[in-house]
């Protein structure tokens, strides 16, 4: 049975009037997953994250550091506030993704862990972009300390996400694959961006100009993140699920449909590999719920998804990651 990961405390991070990574965005979400019947999902409240797996990724200064900020109710920067519930609240979404893991390493094939603050843009040392810790880099480190060899990260976010990107710059067993809108903030994720040493290739920033939508997301993973996935062979994927390149999006560009998130999960659906989705951006409450719940119904579904058109932008990046990795169809 698919297992949906929650948590009370992701309702108490108040980010003020105004913000747009709200607690609403939880409401509207729960709302349509229950006016659904919750899609035959098993809840499961959400643990909090301990120190050990924290530290797999972020320094023992820079946690205290956070909790000393949200003690306080400050903030790291304009976009990244805390309240009196934003501690708690980062645990549970940390600890969300690793118990996440967990359930996928122990035999369950589908998983989303709905929590929030999200967690992409944070650093090894840093918050940043509404995050505070890198909930899917602590996940993935805690699939690799617990048999996984090999993860996948797929991050769709529409904006790229900098923090695992550079927790996993020169890690061989992470293939860390981002479709974002670029140039676009935080500034990072060119296609030229394929990772440093023992890590060369295997960064996949997948670029997508403002106004691209299905064709062009799904045609980036159905032929250039899918044929890396199978060669990479990854023990299970973690999708930093974003839903902001959604047209109806406050913050994005791009023009992605509800159903459009619906393909996505097919997508990755076909490596036959256990799929864990942590929740990332998306703003707009009606797409948001909407193509949280389109993914939910694919990914337990595991329907034959669409194929998608080469076009130029689909060529552009299998040049570049087709010089590490083999991209041909399978049979």
Known sequence: MPVYFSHPSSLEHDTGPGHPERPDRIRAIEAELDRRDWLGYERREAPAVTTEQLLAVHPKSYI???QETCA???????????S???WEAALRAAGGGCALVEALLAGESVGFSALR??????EHSRAMGFCLFANVAIAARHALSHG?????????????????NAIFHESPEVLFASLHQYPFWPGSGALSDVGAGPGEGFSLNLPVPAGAGEDEYCGLVEHVVLPAARAFDPDLVLVSAGFDAHRDDPLGECAMETGSYGQLA????TLGKPVGYLLEGGYDLGALAGSVAASMEC???????????????VEGAAGMVGRYWELSSPA
């Open 64 to 66: 205290e550091f956070v």
């Open 72 to 82: 306080r109710s400050g903030a790291f920067d304009l976009d990244t506030p805390t």
């Open 84 to 86: 009196n519930g934003t």
């Open 117 to 122: 603050p999200p967690g992409h843009h944070a």
């Open 148 to 164: 996984a060899e090999r993860v996948l990260v797929l991050d769709w976010d529409v904006h790229h996400g900098n923090g695992t």
């Open 266 to 269: 097919l997508l990755v659906m």
């Open 299 to 313: 990914l337990a579904a595991a329907d034959e998804p669409a194929s998608f058109p080469r076009g130029p932008l």
